[in-house]
C-alpha cells in the first residue's frame, strides 16, 4: 500500500512500493543546504536505515534546481570557526550516510547541481539526471576550495577530471558528468522520472539482503589493500551463500523460474 506524503520543514517524504522519495524543499533558495535541512535528511535517512520496507531511496530537488550546497547566507551570518567546524561535520555525517544505509539511494538530477549539492550526486550510489542538468564545484570563484566536496568527487571519478572542476569552478553538463562518471546516464527531462523508476524497480526485484551486503562491502573494500578488500570480499560471499534468498535464487535459476525472495 503506498503511504501518503509527508511534509517537514524542509523536506518531503513520499513513500510508493518500496521506493522513499525524499525532495529538498526549499525552491527559493534552490535547495541550499541549511543547518535545518541537513538535520532533517539524518533524521530520515537513520530512519529509511532500519525500516526493511524500504528497498530504494531516490533524493530529488523542488522548484529549478538540484541543490546549490550550502546556505551562504546562513554561513556568513554565522562567522566563528566554531561553527564552521560544526556545519561541515554534520554535513559530512549526513553524506556518509548516503553510504552506509543499506538501500541504495539514487539522485535525481534536474537543474544545477553546484558545491555540496554536487557533493551530494557524488555520495549517492547511482544518478540519474535531465540532459539540461549542470555540475559544478563552484566555491573556487569565491576564494573558498570545495574541500569536503573533493572528498566524494575524488572518489566518483578520475583524479585530474575531479581537480580540473576544484580546481576552475567550471560547470559541466549532465552527458560529460556521465562521461566523467559523476552520473550513470543523462536522459531528456521529460525522461527523468521514467527512468528512476525503471532503475529503483529493478533493483526492488532483487534481493533486500543481497543489496544490502553488497552495498556495505562495495564501500568498505574501497578503502582497502587489496588483499585485505579479498578477504573481506570472501567472508562476505561466503555469508551470502548461506541466506535462504542466495539459496531460493539458485534453485530457482536451475529450474528456469524466476526466484521468490525470502526477505523483500
Known amino acids: 500500500m503506498n503511504a501518503p506524503e509527508s511534509r517537514m520543514g524542509f523536506l518531503r517524504r513520499d513513500d510508493r512500493q518500496g521506493v522513499t522519495t525524499l525532495t529538498l524543499n526549499r525552491p527559493d533558495q534552490y535547495n541550499a543546504l541549511s543547518e535545518e535541512l541537513l538535520t532533517e535528511l539524518q ?17 530529488a530537488g523542488a522548484g529549478k534546481a538540484f541543490c546549490a550546497g550550502h546556505d ?19 554535513c559530512g555525517r549526513m553524506m ?11 539522485a535525481r538530477v534536474h537543474g544545477i547541481a553546484t ?23 563552484s566555491g573556487i570563484n569565491v576564494g573558498l576550495f570545495c574541500s569536503t566536496p573533493s572528498v566524494a568527487l575524488g572518489r566518483a571519478m578520475g583524479r585530474k577530471q575531479a581537480m580540473e572542476m576544484l580546481l576552475t569552478g567550471d560547470f559541466i ?6 562521461r566523467r562518471g559523476l552520473i550513470n546516464r543523462a536522459v531528456p527531462l521529460a525522461d527523468l ?15 533486500a539482503v543481497a543489496v544490502g551486503m553488497g552495498k556495505r562491502l562495495f564501500y568498505r573494500q574501497l578503502e582497502m589493500g587489496l ?38
Open 43 to 59: 533524521a530520515a535517512l537513520d530512519a529509511i536505515a532500519a525500516d526493511p520496507a524500504v528497498r530504494v531511496v531516490v533524493l
Open 72 to 90: 551562504l547566507k546562513q554561513m556568513r551570518a554565522n562567522h566563528a570557526k566554531a561553527y564552521m567546524q560544526k556545519l561541515f561535520k554534520q
Open 193 to 207: 522520472d521514467s527512468e528512476v523508476a525503471r532503475l529503483a524497480d529493478s533493483i526492488c526485484a532483487k534481493s
Open 173 to 178: 553538463d549532465a552527458a560529460e558528468a556521465q
Open 96 to 106: 556518509q550516510t548516503l553510504t552506509e544505509i543499506p538501500q541504495p539511494v539514487i
Open 227 to 264: 588483499d585485505g578488500a579479498y578477504q573481506l570480499a570472501t567472508e562476505t560471499m561466503a555469508c551470502n551463500m548461506m541466506a535462504e534468498d542466495a539459496g531460493a535464487g539458485i534453485d530457482a535459476f536451475m529450474a528456469k523460474r524466476k526466484p521468490e525472495w525470502k526477505h523483500r
Open 115 to 137: 558545491a555540496a549539492g554536487c557533493q551530494l550526486v557524488a555520495m549517492c550510489d547511482l544518478a540519474v539526471a535531465a540532459e539540461e542538468a549542470r555540475f559544478a564545484v
